[in-house]
Every structure is written in structure tokens, then in C-alpha cells.
């Protein structure tokens, strides 16, 4: 009886695997397209491309998600969308923590989208500790200063449009 069941679920690992991958590979490529189309100012099609991104990780990876919450709080932030940046930046960083194997300079970085939102919206005391942290975070996953030193300005710049 074990070894039958084991047969069915070697059988159906087997059929399931390939579409996987195959619905991984659409959202890899729809990602770098994505981003191709925000670099090129093509704002509608990178909506688009980014929230079929989502969709698919949604159903697909959760480790995919955070990816695709970032990406797309990216493209609001870029038109000036703060009050749609926000909840999608905060979710993308929710969903990093869940993973104790999160790259802590995404984990980083989305902090500082985070924070870079806040400020863009004039709540500054919420950006503050956030560019703060997300400060040491990188420091602390490089252990270089380049990356950090110019977050840590383009957070000065931004507190001193607060005070």
C-alpha cells in the first residue's frame, strides 16, 4: 500500500513539476520585462506586467510575492501614487520577515522604499526610524559603506525637507 502511494505521488509530482516551473518562468520573464517597460517610462504597460507578477506569485511562491509587492509599490512611488506605494511596500517587507532566509539586502532595501514613501508623503517621523534601521540593516548585510552611505544622505535630504 505504502509503495503504491508513493508511486501516485512520485506520478503526480511528475505532472505538476513542469507546469510549475513553466508558470515560473512567465513570471521571471514578465518581472524583467516589467522593469524594462518602468525604465522606459512605459507606466501602463509596467501596471500591467507587474500585476500579472503578482497574481502568479500569489498562487505560485510566497517567496515571490515580496518581489512583486515591491516592484509594483515601485511603479506607484514613480507616479506619485503614494497612498497605493505604501501598503504594497509594507506588505513586501511583512513578507520578507516570514522567510528567516531572506536576502537582508532586499530586507534592506524594501525598508528604505518604505521610509522613501513616507518622506515622499511628508510623514516624516514614520520615515525617520525606518531609514534608520534600514541604515544598520545594510551595514550590517555588507559590511560596506557605499550602498549605505548614500542611503543614509538621500535620508538626510529627505528629513531636512521635514524640519
Not at 548614500?150 to 524640519?163: F, L, N, P, S, V
Amino acid at each position: 500500500m505504502i509503495t503504491r502511494s508513493l508511486a501516485v505521488l512520485v506520478a503526480l509530482v511528475a505532472l505538476v513539476a513542469p507546469a510549475l516551473a513553466q508558470k515560473e518562468d512567465r513570471w521571471n520573464q514578465l518581472q524583467a520585462d516589467g522593469m524594462v517597460a518602468l525604465g522606459q517610462n512605459r507606466l501602463a504597460d509596467a501596471e500591467k506586467l507587474f500585476a500579472e507578477c503578482l497574481a502568479i506569485a500569489e498562487s505560485l511562491d510566497a517567496r515571490l510575492v515580496a518581489p512583486s509587492l515591491n516592484n509594483l509599490a515601485t511603479l506607484y512611488y514613480t507616479e506619485r501614487k503614494y497612498a497605493e506605494a505604501e501598503p504594497l511596500y509594507r506588505r513586501a517587507y511583512t513578507a520578507m520577515q516570514t522567510f528567516p532566509d531572506a536576502d537582508p539586502l532586499d530586507v534592506a532595501r524594501t525598508m528604505n522604499n518604505l521610509a522613501i514613501c513616507y518622506a515622499a508623503d511628508q510623514r516624516y517621523a514614520e520615515a525617520e526610524p525606518l531609514f534608520a534601521k534600514a541604515l544598520a540593516a545594510l551595514l550590517k548585510a555588507t559590511g560596506h559603506a557605499s550602498e549605505a552611505n548614500a542611503m543614509e544622505e538621500r535620508a538626510r535630504a529627505i528629513a531636512k525637507k521635514g524640519r
